[in-house]
Structures are given as C-alpha cells and as structure tokens.
C-alpha cells in the first residue's frame, strides 16, 4: 500500500442539495478547497484550460484544490454539493500532480455516501449565496470550518470516512497519476511531491533530476511529458499556491508567508505572485477579508 496517500486529511466545509438555473454562471474561480458533486437531473457544464466536462445525472465529480474552473448551467441542474478542505502536516496535497476536473459513473455506494453525509451534517448549506466571490472570502470559510467543532464525535469521523470513502473512487489506475506504477511516471511523482514538501527551501532542476538519477535537459523533458509544465514554472504555481493557501487561513505576515513558500525577498515573491494570479498579494488577503 502506497503509505504517501494517508498523509492528508479531509475535512468538511458544505454540504447540500440544490437546484440550479441559467444564474449559476462563475467564471475561472480558483478555490483553495475541493468540490464534489452528484448530478441527479439535469445538465450544465465545467471547463477549464485543458477542455470542458458535461454535468449530467448519473456521475460523480470532483474538481480539486486550485484547480481554475468555469461552471456554468444553460437550463436546468439538481446535485449535490460537498466542498472540504484538505490539510497535511508537510503542505503535500493528495492531488497535487491531478490538478484536473474529474468525472466518473456514480454508483449506489456513492449515492448513499452522498446522501449520507448530508443526514448526518444538516445546516451546511451555501444557499446565504451561491457566489464564490461572497463564500471563499477567509471569514466565511472558517465558520465552516469552526461547524466541525459543534459535530458529535461518531458523526464527525462518520463524516471523515465517508470523504475518503468518496475520494477513493477517483483513484482508479488510469484516473490517478499516483497509481501509474511506471518508472517514468514513478520519478515524476517522486519530483512532485518533493517539491511540494520543500516549497520553503531552494528546489533546482539539477537537485530533481539528480533525485530521479537523469541529467537536466532529460529530466525537464520528462517532466514536461507528464505535466505539460517546465520544472522550474511548476514549481514557482506550486509556492503561489501555497502562498494563496496561507493568505486565505492564516494572519501570517507578508514576509513569512514570503520566507515560508521559497522566495528569497518579499519584493520577488509579490512580482511572481502578481504575474501568476493577477493580484498583489495585497489584494489578494483584503478579497479574501471583505465580506
């Protein structure tokens, strides 16, 4: 058993069932958690850079933390919803190398999961505003967080198996780059996560190729083949990924989040930080802050 899948945990933020119109239309939103649904009914639509999925009854799907999507509804869409947040104790994410949309046949092990989950979390609804500019501001999404506290014990790790439970069935050889058993993918998945497990310190392209036994201009090759990105671009997405992360959850000051994400001054890290979301980091936190 691959022991590296155990490192995070999952935990609950919202949870419904909704029925959505022409008015459920949110462009290239970025999240620092993950959605999943099950459409019962209906059809609508995600997208993102790499092409478009259909929402449509009878599939499970599951759009990761940072991933940019389009979501979008011409007539009419019943699902149900679950946004939950991800935590690790060295910042690894589960799904760091599959930063892509997801879709698979529900079944009735899912359907019952999803219905579940709902029971036993009532009162988990975004239905204040369906907006993610209103319910990803910093505030509203700790006081999802702080509802886990006011969950009896056997419903809360209830509600945490059945994340699991409910992840597990997007891990199937094929849909997961984890499960490829390939050397070539083994060496890259070895890159991604030391990366993602050293975004505090100095990580070059001669390190990673020496991690993965290969000379650079090879091992940038590789890597491109498996992620469609350079080594040293995807590493610089990853820290400002990490970055938005502490941004959005944490009062950590400018220079830490800085220092804490491998940027050797501040002035470099809100150059790079600018040029990839479009935001000064300033901006970013009061967006993240306003209600």
């Given at each position: 058993?691959?022991?590296?899948?155990?490192?995070?945990?999952?935990?609950?933020?919202?949870?419904?069932?909704?029925?959505?119109?022409?008015?459920?239309?949110?462009?290239?939103?970025?999240?620092?958690?993950?959605?999943?649904?099950?459409?019962?009914?209906?059809?609508?639509?995600?997208?993102?850079?790499?092409?478009?999925?259909?929402?449509?009854?009878?599939?499970?799907?599951?759009?990761?933390?940072?991933?940019?999507?389009?979501?979008?509804?011409?007539?009419?869409?019943?699902?149900?919803?679950?946004?939950?947040?991800?935590?690790?104790?060295?910042?690894?994410?589960?799904?760091?190398?599959?930063?892509?949309?997801?879709?698979?046949?529900?079944?009735?092990?899912?359907?019952?999961?999803?219905?579940?989950?709902?029971?036993?979390?009532?009162?988990?609804t975004l239905r204040a505003s369906a907006n993610p500019k209103v319910y990803e501001k910093?505030?509203?999404?700790?006081?999802?967080?702080?509802?886990?506290?006011?969950?009896?014990?056997?419903?809360?790790?209830?509600?945490?198996?059945?994340?699991?439970?409910?992840?597990?069935?997007?891990?199937?050889?094929?849909?997961?780059?984890?499960?490829?058993?390939?050397i070539i993918h083994s060496k890259i998945s070895d890159a991604i996560n030391y990366i993602?497990?050293?975004?505090?310190?100095?990580?070059?392209?001669?390190?990673?190729?020496?991690?993965?036994?290969?000379?650079?201009?090879?091992?940038?090759?590789?890597?491109?083949?498996?992620?469609?990105?350079?080594?040293?671009?995807?590493?610089?997405?990853?820290?400002?990924?990490?970055?938005?992360?502490?941004?959005?959850?944490?009062?950590?000051?400018?220079?830490?989040?800085?220092?804490?994400?491998?940027?050797?001054?501040?002035?470099?890290?809100?150059?790079?930080?600018?040029k990839i979301t479009g935001q000064t980091p300033g901006a970013y936190k009061r967006n993240?802050?306003?209600?």
């Amino acid at each position: 058993m691959n022991k590296s899948i155990l490192r995070s945990t999952f935990t609950l933020l919202n949870t419904d069932y909704v029925q959505l119109n022409k008015n459920w239309l949110y462009k290239n939103i970025t999240s620092t958690f993950y959605r999943l649904y099950y459409i019962d009914a209906g059809e609508g639509r995600l997208q993102n850079a790499d092409g478009a999925l259909k929402l449509e009854a009878g599939f499970l799907y599951l759009i990761p933390s940072f991933t940019t999507c389009t979501y979008s509804c011409e007539e009419y869409l019943s699902q149900y919803y679950i946004s939950f947040a991800e935590e690790s104790a060295d910042g690894a994410s589960l799904f760091a190398s599959n930063r892509k949309l997801f879709k698979i046949p529900v079944t009735e092990a899912a359907i019952s999961a999803v219905k579940r989950l709902l029971h036993i979390n009532p009162n988990r609804t975004l239905r204040a505003s369906a907006n993610p500019k209103v319910y990803e501001k910093r505030p509203v999404l700790k006081s999802f967080a702080e509802l886990n506290e006011l969950v009896h014990a056997s419903a809360y790790m209830e509600t945490n198996g059945i994340l699991l439970q409910l992840l597990s069935m997007f891990l199937a050889p094929g849909l997961f780059l984890m499960e490829d058993k390939s050397i070539i993918h083994s060496k890259i998945s070895d890159a991604i996560n030391y990366i993602q497990t050293n975004l505090h310190h100095e990580i070059t392209v001669a390190e990673l190729a020496k991690r993965a036994n290969h000379n650079a201009d090879y091992f940038s090759r590789l890597f491109y083949e498996n992620t469609g990105e350079r080594p040293l671009p995807y590493i610089q997405v990853k820290r400002i990924e990490r970055a938005q992360l502490l941004l959005s959850t944490t009062n950590m000051p400018f220079y830490d989040i800085a220092a804490e994400t491998g940027f050797e001054n501040l002035s470099y890290f809100s150059r790079v930080f600018k040029k990839i979301t479009g935001q000064t980091p300033g901006a970013y936190k009061r967006n993240s802050l306003v209600m």
